[in-house]
């Protein structure tokens, strides 16, 4: 399942994802993170 969770998301998600001892995690970066991302890359 935590497979096809991963396809069904895609590569190019923002969030991250890991699965241990039937515990799913989800990790999303915060807007102050992505702001920073794009100052950096433009």
């Known amino acids: 399942m935590f497979e096809t969770l991963l396809t069904e998301l895609g ?3 923002a ?3 890991s699965y241990s001892k039937r515990t799913l995690e989800i990790m999303v ?3 102050e993170h992505q702001v920073t991302q794009v100052l950096i890359t433009a």
Do not use: A, K, T, V
């Open 15 to 17: 969030s991250r994802l």
């Open 11 to 13: 590569e190019s998600r």
């Open 29 to 31: 970066p915060l807007i």
